[in-house]
């Protein structure tokens, strides 16, 4: 498994969660990991990502000032820290990884590696 994403659940709108996305050795030669979200019966979608040299971090307008995204890049891993969480959150997340252009991170089709994806659900 080149990526695992783990962490979601069943949370009250307005709480918290942390989702963890711990890379293989496989994906060393994609530069940004990124995580995507979708809802049933809706497309995937951009979320956050982050270039794992240097750090720069890229946000859907959706998510801005409430999610955060970080790297551990002797782990491996990219975490996604969702504050603020509200029922239109509720989706599948996927982290995904690959070699995109800053201008492209919200673009799925550039990604090499998906993770299996886990639910979060944000109760009202």
């Known amino acids: 498994v080149q990526l695992q994403a783990s962490g979601g659940g069943l949370v009250q709108a307005g709480g918290s969660l942390r989702l963890s996305c711990a890379a293989s050795?496989?994906?060393?030669?994609?530069?940004?990991i990124s995580w995507f979200r979708q809802a049933p019966g809706k497309e995937r979608d951009f979320v956050a990502g982050?270039?794992?040299?240097?750090?720069?971090?890229k946000y859907a307008d959706s998510v801005k000032g409430r999610f955060t995204i970080s790297r551990d890049n002797l782990k491996n891993t990219v975490l996604l820290q969702m504050n603020g969480l509200k029922p239109e959150d509720t989706a599948v997340y996927y982290c995904?990884?690959?070699?995109?252009?800053?201008?492209?991170?919200?673009?799925?089709?550039?990604?090499?590696?998906w993770g299996q994806g886990t639910q979060v659900t944000v109760s009202s």
């Open positions: 995904a990884a690959g070699r995109p252009i800053y201008s492209a991170f919200d673009q799925s089709g550039l990604y090499y590696y």
């Open positions: 050795a496989r994906t060393d030669s994609s530069s940004v």
């Open positions: 982050i270039r794992r040299q240097g750090g720069s971090t």
